[in-house]
């Protein structure tokens, strides 16, 4: 009720009062809370778009990983492709395609040693799960229970890690 004579407001049943503190300090927790919602966009929106540029970086280094190899491979293409048009200026100097053939080969071996392949030794050696593959398995009483005797394939290691197995054919004893 309202007494005119008297300036307290004197609340009615039902009626909140706020004091003046209470709603300048309600004020302030909603400034921040919007402050703090609209860093969490900020801060949800920078992680996004960092999220998408690592997959495209992601993306290109995958695609590209292999650049510097295969332009060096295009070095190996061009000299085959001088050694053919050579050998065919001289169909009777088999001699000059050798030549060429084995410089080309000379370039690939140390391509392949500069990246750390490495052929996988198998002639003659115990047979091994991780770097051969048996394709054929023959009797030999001459030979060692498991042993290497051909190599229709040689394997590769990159780095130490078998990239490709050597496949191979193994004795086995009676």
């Known amino acids: 009720m309202k007494d005119e004579d008297n300036e307290n407001i ?6 909140t ?3 003046p503190v209470l709603v300048s300090e309600i004020d302030k ?12 966009v900020r801060l949800f929106a920078d992680f996004d778009n960092m999220r ?3 997959e495209r970086d992601r993306a290109s280094l995958i695609k590209y990983a292999h650049e510097e ?10 000299d085959f492709e001088r050694t053919i048009v050579a050998a065919k200026a001289s169909p009777a100097e088999v001699e000059i395609l050798l030549k060429g053939v084995e410089m080309v080969y000379a370039r690939m071996q140390q391509l392949l040693k500069k990246y750390d392949v490495r052929e996988i030794e198998a002639l003659g050696r115990k047979f091994d799960h991780e770097s051969h593959e048996a394709l054929m398995v023959v009797e030999s009483p001459d030979q060692e229970d498991g042993t ?5 394939q040689k394997g590769y290691t990159l780095g130490g ?4 197995t050597a496949k191979v054919k193994v004795s086995k004893k009676n």
């Open 52 to 54: 998408k540029r690592n």
């Open 29 to 40: 927790l909603r400034q921040e809370l919007a402050e703090a919602r609209d860093s969490y």
């Open 161 to 164: 890690r078998v990239v490709r």
């Open 10 to 15: 004197e609340p009615e049943a039902g009626d």
């Open 69 to 78: 190899v295969i332009i060096e491979l295009l070095g190996f293409f061009e």
């Open 17 to 19: 009062v706020v004091e």
């Open 148 to 152: 290497v005797l051909e190599v229709f």
